[in-house]
C-alpha cells in the first residue's frame, strides 16, 4: 500500500480565495484539496490521512470551531490553522485553547501562510510519529502474561525483587525469571528504559489491566474513522 501523502485541505466559503490559496501552496510543491463547503470536507476527510486544514472562521453552513472539534476527535488531531477577515478575540482565544497552531488575519502575506502551514504540518508529522511508537509500545505490552504485566507494573515502581516477590507471593527466582521475560518481550535493555516506557504509556493512571491500557494504542482501537451527522 502506498503511503498517504501530506495534503492542505483548504476549507473556505470564497471560491476566489480558495483557488488563489491552491495556487500558491501548489506553487511551492504542498499536495492541495480545496472545499467550499465544510460539510463536504468533512464527509470526504479522512483521519488517517496526514496533513493539515487551513480553515475559516466564519461559515454559514458550520461555524469552524464546530469544525475544529469534529476534527480534533481525531487520533491524532489534525492541526488547524484558522483564517478570518476579522479580529474575534474571543473566537481567536478559543481556537487556540482547542489546539489550533495559527490564527490568520485576512489580508496576510505569503510567507505568514506558507510559515504557518509549515508549522502545522510539522506538528501533524511528530504527532503521528509519536502515535505509531505508542502502537507499537502497545502491542509489545499486550504480548505480556497477567503475571509479567504485575512484575512490570511493580517494578516501573522501583521496587526490588525481593519486595515484588513479598507482594506476590513468590519466590524472588521466580521474579528474576518473569522480569526477564519482561524486558525481552519490550525490547528494553535497563530499568531506566523500562520506567521511561511505562511513562509513556502512562502506565501510572487507573486502570483495570495493563492489557486494557494497552489497546488505547492499538490500531483497531485509536484509528477508528469519526462519524458526523447532519449540522443543525
Known amino acids: 500500500m502506498q503511503p498517504l501523502l501530506p495534503t492542505v485541505f483548504v476549507v473556505d466559503d470564497d471560491p476566489s480565495f ?16 480545496a472545499y467550499a463547503s465544510p460539510t463536504e470536507f468533512i464527509a470526504r476527510w479522512r483521519p488517517e490521512q496526514p496533513g493539515c486544514l487551513l480553515l475559516d472562521m466564519t461559515m454559514p453552513e458550520l461555524p469552524g ?34 489546539g489550533a497552531t495559527d490564527f490568520l488575519l485576512k489580508p496576510f502575506h505569503e510567507e505568514e501562510l506558507l510559515a504557518a502551514v509549515g508549522r502545522a504540518l510539522a506538528r501533524d508529522q511528530e504527532q503521528r510519529r509519536s502515535l505509531t511508537e505508542l502502537r507499537e509500545m502497545g502491542y509489545r505490552l499486550a504480548s505480556l502474561t497477567p503475571r509479567e504485566a504485575e512484575v512490570f507494573r511493580l517494578v516501573a515502581k522501583g521496587m526490588l525483587n525481593k519486595q515484588i516477590a513479598a507482594v ?5 527466582g521466580t521474579v528474576k525469571m518473569h522480569r ?19 511513562d509513556r504509556l502512562r502506565l501510572d493512571d487507573p486502570c483495570p489491566s495493563l ?22
Do not use: W
Open 18 to 33: 480558495c483557488r488563489a490559496v491552491e495556487r500558491l501552496l501548489r506553487s511551492y510543491g504542498h499536495r492541495v484539496e
Open 168 to 172: 506476590l507471593g513468590t519466590k524472588e
Open 211 to 232: 492489557h486494557a491500557r494497552a489497546g488505547r494504542y492499538r490500531p483497531e482501537v485509536t484509528g477508528e474513522r469519526l462519524a458526523m451527522g447532519a449540522p443543525t
Open 65 to 98: 470551531l464546530e469544525v475544529q472539534r469534529l476534527v480534533g476527535a481525531a487520533n491524532p488531531p489534525m492541526p488547524i490553522v484558522f483564517i478570518s477577515g476579522h479580529s474575534d478575540v474571543e473566537s481567536c482565544v478559543r481556537a487556540m485553547r482547542s
Open 180 to 198: 526477564g521475560h519482561v524486558m525481552r518481550k519490550l525490547e528494553l535493555g535497563s530499568v531506566a528504559e523500562l520506567v521511561t516506557f511505562a
